[in-house]
């Protein structure tokens, strides 16, 4: 019965029981199958993006703090925080350009790939908690006005 299949927010089966398309035209459209690589792929260059923007956003609060010179209260540890933040992201980086370069479909690299993505991960979050305490001491630009 065609009440049975009906969900909510339309056909859950979207053909019919006597084996008829549901309108004319239609055809069910098969997805080709996922290919991990290209998936890795996309995923780390986004990733990558990611961390190019944040390593400018470093660079950035690095200059600012250094404008502002040693009288500024939280000098030493903003330069130690940043300088760390920026070394970690290019360690990330790095870490990423192997994880694109090897390939997914060779189980004998399989392991080394986790361990490369679980070390990224881990440094990824580091970076967060890092800048967040960036944020915390406050990077503020120095006052070249009035």
Known sequence: MA????EMNGDADRHREDGEAPWPGYRR???PPLNM??????????ESMLDVALLMANASQLKAVLE???????????????????ILQIVVGVLLIFI???????????????????????????????NVFITAFGVQRPNNGA
């Open 3 to 6: 009440s049975e299949t009906m």
């Open 29 to 31: 459209r098969m997805s």
């Open 37 to 46: 690589n290209h998936y890795a792929n996309k995923k780390s260059a986004a």
């Open 68 to 86: 502002q010179g040693p009288t500024f209260s939280f000098y030493a540890p903003l330069i130690t925080l940043i300088s760390i933040s920026l």
């Open 100 to 130: 694109v370069k090897w390939n997914l479909n060779d189980e004998s690299r399989h392991y080394q790939l986790n361990v490369l993505e679980n070390i990224s991960t881990a440094l990824v979050f580091i970076i967060v908690v890092v």
